[in-house]
């Protein structure tokens, strides 16, 4: 038998080699789908208008049980009390089937910090028309998972176009910043911008303390007044 030409031997070679790669479980080389690949991360806007804004990463952990960790599959926001249709949405009805909103704003805390974000959401306005307010209703208390509460007066949330937001400076609220929802509480104090919110109640009790009034905090939370006493 004559020599194997060179040319016959490097094809038989390419085909082994193309093989053995398509046997190969995805993940083991960069650039094939599997374990290996990780997905981009959003990257938070910092400047808005020509105004530097606050980072995510600037605000202080002073939750009353720490970070809550919420499954957004399972998520449902109730919406009760003095309404005609009482509610419940899922995270994606909320984000997906309202009106969008940005604001620019800054939460001041009481311990003396403050931050200026960018937020999007839900106005709070929307979702009670959708549940049908009563005409005697004059509160709105908000409730968290993690058994914290405020109130604020029907009017104040509707006039000022109050946002439930799900995203600052264009990313989805982390865990530790309230997601699924955080209130946006403008020009009160941030013992008023509660966090992990689950359930909305329309109610005509105007002397309802949450979780901070009941210790001695301002019930209307206004930043033109002392927040304490």
């Known amino acids: 038998m004559g020599k194997i030409p060179v040319v016959f031997i490097v094809i038989i070679l390419v085909f082994i080699v193309i093989a053995a790669i398509l046997m190969i479980p995805p993940g083991i080389f960069p650039g ?12 938070e806007v910092r400047e808005y208008q020509g105004e530097r804004l606050s980072s995510v990463a600037d605000f202080r952990e002073n939750s009353i049980r720490g970070p809550q960790y919420i499954n957004q599959s399972a998520y ?6 003095l309404v005609s249709r009482p509610l419940s949405l899922s995270y994606d009805q909320v984000v997906n089937e ?27 306005e929307d979702l009670l028309a959708n549940a049908g307010v009563n005409p005697d209703a004059t509160t709105v208390i908000f409730y ?26 264009g990313v989805m609220l982390p865990a530790e910043r309230g ?31 949450g979780y901070w009034e009941e210790r001695g905090y301002s019930p209307t939370g206004d930043l033109q007044n002392r927040y304490f006493g």
């Open 76 to 81: 449902m926001l109730e919406i009760s009390g």
């Open 32 to 43: 094939i789908q599997g374990e290996n690949i990780t997905s981009l991360t959003p990257v």
């Open 179 to 209: 997601f699924p929802f955080q209130l946006v509480a403008e020009d009160r104090w941030g013992y008023k911008w509660i966090k992990w919110v689950t359930r909305i109640e329309v109610s005509d009790d105007t002397a309802y303390r």
């Open 98 to 124: 309202y009106p969008v909103y940005e604001k620019k704003v800054t939460l001041f805390c009481v311990e003396g910090w403050e931050v200026t974000i960018l937020w999007k959401g839900v106005r709070v």
């Open 144 to 169: 968290a998972v993690d058994g914290y509460s405020t109130s604020l007066p029907l009017d104040y949330v509707n006039d000022r176009d109050i946002i439930l937001a799900y995203s600052m400076n």
